[in-house]
C-alpha cells in the first residue's frame, strides 16, 4: 500500500532562517505531488504541485520555492523565512484514479517562525 | 473560477442526532467533489467523493453525501453522530481544466459534538 512521509513534524525557525520541509511518497511510482498550506488551522492553499522530476508548477508568488530531485520526494523550500511563513504544511499525492481519484495526505509539517 | 463554498464555521449537534455540513459548489460542467476530514494537528483524511452516477454517496466511517445538481450542493451526512466525529471537515471541489489533479477546498466546517 501506499504511505506518504512528512518531516519534520514541527519546526521552530527564526525569521531570515532557511527552511527544508521534506515529502516522501513510498509504494507507487511517478505520482502527482502537491504542498498545501493551512493557515489558522482552516483554509488550505495550494502553494506547489509536480507531475515529474523536475517539474515544478507555482500556484501563488510567495517566499518559498518547491523541488523534485527524485520521483518520490518533495522538497519545499526557503532562503529566508518570513514571519507570515508560520503555518502547518501539508504534502498530497495522487495519480491512481486519474482525473476522478482522490488526494492523499500526509501528517504535515508546523511551522512557527518567530 | 472553481469553487466551494462552505456557509457554516461550525456545526454543533448532540450525540446521536443526525448531522449535516453544508456544501455549496461553482463550476462549469460536470464537477468532481470531495469531502475530507481532520483531527487536530493531523493531516486530511478523505472521506467521500462524487464523480458521476448515483446523487447519494457513501464514505467512511458511516458518512454519506448527496449531489444536488440543481441547488449546487454536496452536504455531508450522518444519521447518527459519535463523540470522535468532532473534527474540521472540508469540502473540495476538481477544476477540470487544468489537467492535473489538484483540489480547490472550502475554509472548513468545525464539527462538535456534544454527549
Known amino acids: 500500500s501506499q504511505t506518504i512521509h512528512q518531516w519534520p513534524a514541527t519546526l521552530v525557525q527564526p525569521v531570515g532562517s532557511p527552511l527544508s520541509l521534506e515529502c516522501t511518497v513510498e509504494?507507487?511510482?511517478?505520482?502527482?505531488l502537491y504542498w498545501y498550506r493551512q493557515a489558522a488551522g482552516r483554509g488550505l492553499q495550494l502553494l506547489f504541485y509536480?507531475?515529474?522530476?523536475?517539474?515544478i508548477s507555482s500556484e501563488v508568488p510567495q517566499n518559498l520555492s518547491a523541488s523534485r530531485p527524485q520521483d518520490r520526494q518533495f522538497i519545499l523550500s526557503s532562503k529566508k523565512l518570513l514571519l507570515s511563513d508560520s503555518g502547518f504544511y501539508l504534502c498530497?499525492?495522487?495519480?491512481?484514479?486519474?482525473?476522478?481519484?482522490?488526494?492523499?495526505f500526509g501528517e504535515g509539517s508546523r511551522l512557527t517562525v518567530l | 473560477a472553481q469553487s466551494v463554498a462552505q456557509p457554516e464555521d461550525q456545526v454543533n449537534v448532540a450525540e446521536g442526532n443526525p448531522l449535516t455540513v453544508k456544501c455549496t459548489y461553482s463550476?462549469?460542467?460536470?464537477?468532481?467533489l470531495f469531502w475530507y476530514v481532520q483531527y487536530p494537528n493531523r493531516g486530511l483524511q478523505f472521506l467521500l467523493k462524487?464523480?458521476?452516477?448515483?446523487?447519494l454517496v457513501k464514505g467512511s466511517y458511516g458518512f454519506e453525501a448527496e449531489f444536488n445538481k440543481s441547488q449546487t450542493s454536496f452536504h455531508l451526512k450522518k444519521p447518527s453522530a459519535l463523540v470522535s466525529d468532532s473534527a474540521l471537515y472540508f469540502c473540495?471541489?476538481?477544476?477540470?481544466?487544468?489537467?492535473?489533479?489538484?483540489?480547490?477546498f472550502g475554509t472548513g466546517t468545525r464539527l462538535l459534538v456534544s454527549p
Open positions: 498530497a499525492w495522487g495519480g491512481a484514479g486519474g482525473p476522478t481519484g482522490e488526494l492523499f
Open positions: 509504494g507507487t511510482s511517478n505520482p502527482n
Open positions: 509536480s507531475v515529474g522530476i523536475g517539474q
Open positions: 463550476v462549469s460542467g460536470n464537477p468532481y
Open positions: 462524487y464523480i458521476t452516477g448515483d446523487n
Open positions: 473540495a471541489v476538481r477544476p477540470l481544466d487544468t489537467g492535473f489533479q489538484k483540489l480547490v
